[in-house]
């Protein structure tokens, strides 16, 4: 006979009372990535109560080393609050050993290098989960740990380009541009927070760790949907950029249109959109149009349609467009200048954004993690730390290393 699930223990009453915890508080994380993915995972965590020890070489992790150009410290600033930082030289044995003692009390080790790294500095999954079978390996490549591309060096750039990104962003009589964003690098770490915290759920059941990996060439790939349904249902024929209309070609209208001061954008999946804005427009006559009547109409005479919003959107400015079309329910916003959105009032309002006094950019807009825990006050922002500011708090204090040997690790340049 098959036995019944275990039932879920009541809650005690002092969690009825108590504040919640953060959901990742107890967690101790080794962060061993760099740049953007490895690292905007790691941020995640910290946002969530994770312990999170940023280990990094002696000289800084790449994104700091690149903080005189580009405004690369600020993205440093952006996704390395709330982390410890320290310094560790993973090529020298002792340093390797220092590793091997802190992966032994830890819960989650993340690294994006490229893949084969970590095994020849022997640090690599299984000798670590022959220290600690509790742990959780999480890394992220370009393109995984296996397959033929498994060698090649990645960055977002390129992974747009192999993912097919770039040739479908553009105008149709352009050449194809790279996105704005780097989306591979952010997918590919909000992929692997997943996957650590889904690990994390299973080790509860069970008790052990396992590997997890991200590839971001993967990760980004199912955000094409659009674009790949179009190119399915037109055998391979249709064209992939498509400019600021609808990657499947499939509404209207959808579209980037001019203003007076600026652009907006207005997107009418439903017939009941395009009714709204005819209204708004004091266009009633065309409701019983039959270039209009149906989704599938207005996609067949999308240019008439394009015309038809240009039209009124020409003559107003772009907030009165917004504010009229968005008190008709109908999808619109002003396209925004990176300022303007940096300080959205909305943003600010619910914590996602903050204004944050950091110790070396001053006073700066910084982002906290998008996902709410509801009932949790979010953990307080901590600016990102200097360079190895936490390496004597973090191996004397938590792992238990003695003054002395701290000093002879200083003199032999392994912290």
Not at 138 to 151: F, L, M, N
Request: charged share 20%; net charge negative; aromatic share 6%.
């Amino acid at each position: 006979m098959k036995q019944a699930p275990p039932t879920t223990p009541p809650l005690d009453r002092a969690s009825t009372t108590d504040p919640p915890e953060q959901p990742l508080e107890g967690i101790t994380v080794l962060d061993l990535s760099h740049v953007y993915a490895g690292p905007y995972c790691t941020f995640l965590m910290a946002m969530a109560g994770a312990t999170v020890i940023k280990i990094e070489p002696r000289s800084g992790e790449h994104l700091r080393s690149r903080g005189d150009m580009g405004g690369a410290a600020m993205a440093f600033a952006m996704l390395n609050s709330n982390k410890r930082s320290v310094t560790l030289n993973l090529k020298s044995d002792r340093g390797k050993k220092i590793f091997r003692e802190m992966a032994a009390r830890a819960d989650v080790v993340v690294e994006n290098f490229a893949p084969g790294v970590m095994d020849r500095l022997d640090l690599g999954a299984q000798v670590l989960h022959e220290i600690n079978p509790r742990l959780i390996y999480a890394s992220s490549s370009g393109y995984g740990k296996t397959g033929p591309y498994r060698g090649y060096p990645a960055m977002d750039l390129v992974v747009q380009a192999m993912a097919g990104v770039i040739d479908i962003t553009g105008q149709p009589d352009q050449p194809p541009v790279k996105a704005g964003p780097a989306l591979c690098d952010f997918n590919g770490g909000v992929h692997l927070y997943s996957a650590v915290a889904t690990a994390l759920f299973q080790r509860e059941r069970t008790g052990r760790g396992r590997v997890v990996e991200v590839s971001m060439m993967e990760s980004v790939y199912s955000s094409m949907a659009s674009t790949i349904g179009m190119f399915h249902a037109s055998g391979g024929k249709g064209a992939t950029r498509t400019g600021n209309r609808h990657g499947g070609m499939g509404i209207s209208p959808y579209n980037v249109y001019p203003t007076t001061d600026g652009y907006v954008v207005i997107n009418c999946p439903g017939d009941h959109h395009f009714q709204a804005v005819l209204r708004v427009i004091d266009r009633e006559d065309l409701l019983e149009d039959p270039r209009f009547l149906t989704r599938s109409d207005r996609v067949r005479h999308m240019f008439e349609v394009d015309a038809l919003m240009e039209s009124w959107t020409s003559r107003c400015p772009k907030a009165e467009v917004a504010a009229k079309l968005l008190a008709a329910s109908v999808p619109c916003a002003p396209v925004r200048e990176l300022g303007e959105v940096m300080t959205d009032e909305n943003m600010h309002a619910r914590g996602s954004l903050q204004w944050v006094e950091h110790p070396t950019l001053g006073r700066v807009v910084l982002p906290h993690s998008p996902i709410v825990y509801e009932g949790t006050e979010r953990v307080p922002l901590e600016p990102s730390h200097a360079l190895g500011a936490d390496s004597e708090a973090v191996f004397s204090e938590w792992l238990g290393l003695a003054e002395e040997e701290l000093a002879e690790l200083k003199r032999e340049e392994v912290i």
